[in-house]
């Protein structure tokens, strides 16, 4: 089993910038490709970002250029740095993680994020 927690989602302006962190912890070993989701109210929940354990990463086309994964994978960490951020961009963030098998899916509690016009 893997538990994630996710932190730093909040109230901005537009513009403004935020960084999530998602922290893995449990059985750490079996997490393969890690990243986010999220779903605004009324929407259906879209890939936000994805990284591999290797650093390959891809985007939604609408967060190209303003917002950038990482992960440091000996903290078992992923992380989503978002800049220039915009109201459309207001949703509540989930992480999740992928074991190296495709097995199972692993998910966080969820962060809001507020852009403010």
């Known amino acids: 089993q893997v538990q994630l927690v996710e932190s730093g989602g909040g109230l901005v302006q537009a513009g403004g910038s935020l960084r999530l962190s998602c922290a893995a912890s449990?059985?750490?070993?079996?997490?393969?490709?890690m990243g986010w989701y999220r779903q605004a109210p009324g929407k259906q929940r879209e890939l936000v970002a994805a990284?591999?354990?290797?650093?390959?990463?891809n985007y939604l086309d609408s967060v190209k250029g303003r917002f950038t994964i990482s992960r440091d994978n000996a903290k078992s960490t992923v992380y989503l740095q978002m800049n220039s951020l915009k109201p459309e961009d207001t949703a509540v963030y989930y992480c999740?993680?992928?074991?190296?098998?495709?097995?199972?899916?692993?998910w966080g509690q969820g962060t809001q994020v507020t852009v403010s016009s």
């Open positions: 449990g059985s750490t070993f079996s997490i393969g490709p």
């Open positions: 990284i591999t354990s290797g650093g390959s990463t």
């Open positions: 999740y993680a992928t074991t190296w098998n495709g097995a199972y899916n692993y």
